[in-house]
């Protein structure tokens, strides 16, 4: 059974940080990524590795204040979330894609495997 499964979500204040994990088991993926939904908002894409792990992508939004990383079997991902403003207030959800010719690693409907989500809130 494939899962993924986030934690590491909570409430904090502007300017704190927040650091989330996705455990991934059943399979490995070929590349992994994070996404977000505020209430009312479309699913949204946050940052993500390429297919083989040497590229990452960052949404403008989050640029310079978040990070994504893995450990080295890649069944592990974390963001590392800085200077948090209310507005990344959401749901965070990982997701993992098998094939490795898949493009666009921003787009949540290349993604085959998604977590459940955990909430992150950012009070003013």
């Known amino acids: 059974q494939v899962q993924l499964v986030e934690s590491g979500g909570g409430l904090v204040q502007a300017g704190g940080s927040l650091r989330l994990s996705c455990a991934a088991s059943?399979?490995?993926?070929?590349?992994m990524g994070w996404f977000r939904q505020a209430p009312g908002k479309e699913r949204e894409f946050v940052a993500a590795f390429s297919s083989g792990g040497g590229t990452t992508y960052y949404a403008d939004s989050v640029k310079g204040r978040f990070t994504i990383s893995r450990d080295g079997p890649k069944n592990t991902v974390y963001l590392q979330m800085n200077s948090l403003k209310p507005e990344d207030t959401a749901v965070y959800y990982c997701?993992?894609?098998?094939?490795?010719?898949?493009?666009?690693?921003?787009?949540?409907?290349?993604?085959?495997?998604w977590g459940q989500g955990t909430q992150v809130t950012v009070s003013s």
């Open positions: 059943g399979r490995t993926f070929s590349s």
């Open positions: 997701a993992g894609r098998v094939s490795s010719t898949v493009a666009f690693p921003r787009r949540p409907d290349t993604y085959n495997y």
